[in-house]
């Protein structure tokens, strides 16, 4: 395989006597689909937020494309290719759609010294872009909370995509999602990664992450258990590994095997 | 993208809206629909007292541009979704310090001015450094200021004069280049033509004889309708206006994607700060006098001109032309009581049925248009 775009070597993140990761090593290749798996708890949030520069390193390195990297805010983050789309926080509700694509990268149009917003050109963007990925606007000055909640996160991986993302980092875009809004973010993970960009897919449901991953990465208690190829694991070793093993073998016992 | 893009097919769950429910729906429906009901009320119950004609229409002008100049601040503030309790008592500080500097201390004019504006920007960048800093809410922080500039304003020509109303401004800032900025009137040999041709009456005796009864639109007028352009230009057509939506909004989303939210939320305090001192000097430069209770409860009249505007108490929604509005039907129920011979404690209860009446108005239109619940 050719040089992955992130390598994260034995990551170390320390909160006072909190040791939220104790070493975590994975690497985002192009074109790939990443699962990062993990319970509520294991460290998933904290690693994320360390790859895109809100949280820094205890230890550890960071390579972006071989180089060394440390991130002192989250723009540099940004500006080096690596977009974030956060659970609830990807967008404005009281804003329009247009608005949001373009929240922190506003085109400008220059009339003389004053710069100004350019409405027309972000609203053809928007309506384009949108198109692209299957949803259709009343109109780019829709407000944003009135779209569901697959399509806000669609819009947030439609603008990381269209600002030149080279690794998208989704944190649990389905988690709150019904079962087509879920399908609808998967096949946008799919074209997103058709276009040779690295997605780093968090999520605790095994179904979704089999469903489009080409490789899982399990943490558990800050630390992970390596990672492994589709073809090299099922969905219940996944299940095992994130819960620990064997209590919940033990639990899926009792229930019948529903879990 | 190398795919072409394709055109996903009408949904049928989006029902389709005319071009006139799209043009209606907008955040200053409320503020326009005050506006009417306001005028339609006072040109049926008070067109014969001389409300409407030259100078009673100069009259809530005059009011309703003073509403105006601190509810643009008031209005930008709260869309970055912050507060400023302490304008009233910025307004008394700042015409204070105008008085001591040019009578007490005697600098030119110009100087006090331009010292005072630093001076109140500064502390309104002191408020907002402390609310961006603490995380703390801005309506404790300021409200502390509420009290810290009013002290200062009673403490300190108590101190220095021995009284708490500085007058002699009218005659040092005779001629001053600056305070005619601030104190003026403009258009006046338009005015004198109007009265010439009979459009509006002149007087008829006294040293003022021949003269309009309005003689020009006074610069606070002025400051009011620029501030009022460049807010709304700045909130709808730039890219900082985008950026004073997202952080009122959700300032971690906005965070998130580099918008340097703490920097918008400090400069929109000093913006408020600045319209705050244009109002003070405005008015020390038509009394000819600063006193220490100037400005008293101005931070809550600027704050109900914004949400009769139509803008959201939690910010990240709102219009400036909104919060015009909401200052001009502000402007004109206080003088149009007047005008109607109304009992004037009556226009406390007025102001809350339009109060209520307009954000009960707004919150709809906010949640048709937002798709809140």
Not at chain 1, 89 to 97: D, T
Not at chain 1, 208 to 237: C, I, Q, W
Not at chain 2, 48 to 60: E, L
Request: charged residues 15%; contains cysteine; glycine residues 12%.
């Amino acid at each position: 395989m050719s040089q992955p775009i992130i390598q994260m070597k034995n990551i170390e993140k320390h909160f006072g006597s909190v040791i939220a990761l104790a070493g975590v090593s994975v690497d985002i290749h192009a074109g790939e689909c990443h699962c990062l798996l993990g319970d509520n708890g294991a460290g998933k949030s904290t690693f994320i937020k360390t790859m895109s520069g809100v949280h820094k390193p205890t230890k550890g390195e960071i390579l972006f494309e071989g180089k060394p990297l440390n991130f002192a805010r989250p723009r540099d983050a940004i500006e080096a290719g690596i977009a974030t789309v956060y659970q609830d926080l990807a967008m404005i509700p009281l804003m329009s759609v247009s608005r949001n694509f373009f929240m922190g990268n506003e085109p400008i149009k220059k009339f003389g010294p004053i710069s100004m917003f350019d409405h027309e050109y972000a609203n053809e963007v928007t309506m384009t872009e949108m198109r692209k990925m299957g949803i259709n606007l009343r109109g780019p000055d829709q407000a944003v909370g009135t779209l569901s909640g697959g399509e806000r996160q669609t819009v947030a991986i439609a603008r990381a995509v269209h600002f030149g993302a080279k690794v998208l980092i989704l944190d649990e875009p389905t988690s709150a999602l019904g079962v087509r809004q879920t399908a609808n973010v998967l096949s946008t993970i799919d074209k997103v990664r058709a276009q040779g960009i690295g997605v780093v897919f968090i999520t605790h449901n095994v179904r979704h992450a089999m469903a489009v991953g080409d490789r899982f990465t399990v943490l558990n208690r800050g630390k992970t258990y390596g990672t492994a190829m589709k073809d090299e694991v099922s969905p219940e070793e996944l299940q095992d590994m994130m819960a620990g093993g064997q209590e919940l073998a033990t639990l899926e016992g009792s229930l019948g095997g529903t879990v | 993208m190398t795919e072409t893009p394709q055109t996903a097919a009408p949904d049928e769950r989006v029902k389709t809206r005319s071009r006139f429910r799209e043009a209606l729906i907008r955040p200053e429906l409320g503020g326009i629909c005050g506006t009417l009901l306001v005028f339609t009320f006072f040109l049926l119950t008070a067109f014969d007292s001389g409300m409407f004609n030259a100078q009673g229409t100069m009259n809530w002008t005059i009011v309703s541009a003073q509403f105006a100049i601190i509810a643009v601040g008031a209005c930008l503030l709260m869309i970055a979704g912050e507060f400023d309790l302490s304008v009233g008592s910025m307004i008394g500080f700042a015409g204070m310090m105008i008085a001591i500097f040019s009578v007490t201390l005697g600098w030119p004019v110009w100087i006090a001015i331009l010292v005072t504006f630093v001076l109140c920007i500064g502390i309104g960048a002191l408020n907002g450094y402390i609310v961006v800093k603490t995380g703390l809410p801005s309506f404790i922080v300021t409200l502390a200021f509420l009290f810290i500039l009013r002290g200062f304003t009673i403490f300190l020509p108590q101190t220095i004069e021995r009284k708490t109303i500085i007058g002699g401004i009218r005659d040092v800032s005779d001629g001053d280049w600056l305070a005619a900025l601030f104190g003026g009137k403009v258009f006046k040999g338009l005015f004198q033509w109007f009265g010439d041709i009979g459009l509006i009456s002149t007087f008829e005796r006294g040293t003022k004889a021949g003269q309009p009864v309005v003689d020009g639109i006074p610069m606070l007028v002025i400051w009011a309708l620029a501030l009022i352009f460049v807010g709304h230009f700045v909130l709808n057509r730039t890219r900082f206006g985008n950026w004073i939506f997202a952080s009122g909004g959700n300032a971690q989303a906005a965070r998130y994607v580099g918008v340097p939210v703490n920097r918008v939320k400090i400069a929109m305090f000093m913006f408020s700060a600045f319209c705050a001192t244009v109002f003070a000097v405005c008015q020390v430069m038509e009394f000819g006098s600063a006193g220490a209770d100037r400005g008293n409860l101005k931070e809550f009249e600027a704050i109900i001109s914004v949400v009769i505007g139509g803008a959201l108490l939690t910010g990240g929604y709102g219009s400036v032309l909104g919060a015009a509005l909401g200052a001009l039907i502000f402007g004109v129920v206080q003088q149009g009581l007047f005008f109607a011979g109304v009992e004037s404690s009556l226009f406390r209860v007025f102001l809350g049925v339009i109060l209520l009446l307009a954000v009960i108005l707004n919150t709809y239109i906010r949640r048709m248009i937002t798709g809140e619940k």
